[in-house]
């Protein structure tokens, strides 16, 4: 009877510690708080197997003490909760790298063909505004993560409304969300791969499975905290690209005849644009907006899960300002002839140094006989 009673205080100290990981106490939310109330539970003996005895021992909470470390050592607990520790190191800091290198990358390269679309008013309007619906909603699935610690995507979540049903639904078109976005990076590397190497004889399949290789590469490693190590070069590299564009458009746009003034960008959508267009062109803006899409895994491996709340401002306001000025800028530099991915806006020579090679001498003599 005084075992079971000292189980059950055990456990219920093991639940208030997991409770207290997920609320907002500061000292609360530590594994380590959770790992000291577990080590206070006692470990079931085996049916038919002989109790071990503790030598030396001199009382029978010495005994039971020995008996429990020995279990622990053989079963492997102490390891468990190491383990379990490696994967709860990502601050909020970390989690706004991984979420923009999840959204920013694909999102500013193709904002300013949406605002060659949108027009210039629509463009930042629907920038600003979509940004904050963004936030919004990430700051929902991140309540609902704190909520329910046992949902791990977003077919876990449906599942709570919908049943069985919503989580094949949802994890159906979760799988087809990933496998398009990653495809999109696939497109994107092919696009750059292309412009650097400038050999028509290789054909573009071959770039793209290159591409994709690299990508699984960079996927290796085991936790996000080590994963946003890469985030911070990927998010270094995109904006040294973004302002190579922004600044050779705007000096070519400068040095063209009539200057800037010359320039074809309109305040409100072009009179040739469809619906089909418009839709089009406000779904990239929706789709760069995309950095909840991961939520669920990134919080998951969050030591204090509550900080969430900052990295989703953080980045909602980091991609507002680049989305909004990198649009508007190359858009007023380079007009209805703007490319996607934008750094196909820039030209040849300027495009190649962007996607992180210098020009050739063939691209520098044909750019000369082209002028």
Partial sequence: MAATTERRGSLARVQQASRAYWSSEPRAGSWSN??????DLPVAPIAGAAPRRSLGASSG?????????????????????????????LGWKKLTVCLIVEAIALGSLSIPGAFAVLGMAPGVILSIG???????????????????????????????????FGYELAGAMFAVFLILITGSHVLTG????????????????????????????????PTFAEFAILGYIDFI???????????????EAHSAPGGLSAVDWSVWPPPTTTFYQAFLATTNIIFAYSFAVCQYS???????????????WALGLIEMFIYTVTGALVYAFVGSAVKSPALLSAGPVVSRIAFGKPPTTHTLRSRREAR
């Fill in 298 to 312: 990134f919080m998951a491996e969050m030591h204090t899960p509550r900080d969430y709340v900052k990295s989703i």
């Fill in 190 to 221: 092919t696009i750059a791969w292309i412009r650097i190497v400038d050999d028509t004889a290789i054909c573009a399949l071959a770039w793209g499975i290159i591409s994709a290789i690299i990508l699984f590469i960079v996927a290796l490693p």
């Fill in 61 to 89: 909470q010495d005994k039971y003490d020995g008996e429990k470390r020995a279990s622990d050592e053989e079963f492997g607990v102490g390891d468990i909760h190491e383990g379990e520790e490696k994967y709860h190191r």
């Fill in 130 to 164: 979509l940004g904050l619906v963004a936030i919004y909603t990430s700051y929902v699935v991140g309540q609902v993560k704190m909520r329910h610690p046992h949902v791990a995507h977003y077919a876990d979540a449906v599942q709570l409304i919908w049943g069985k």
């Fill in 34 to 39: 959770i790992r000291s109330a577990s080590a």
């Fill in 237 to 251: 590299s995109i904006i040294i690209a973004i302002l190579i564009t922004i600044i050779a458009t705007g000096v």
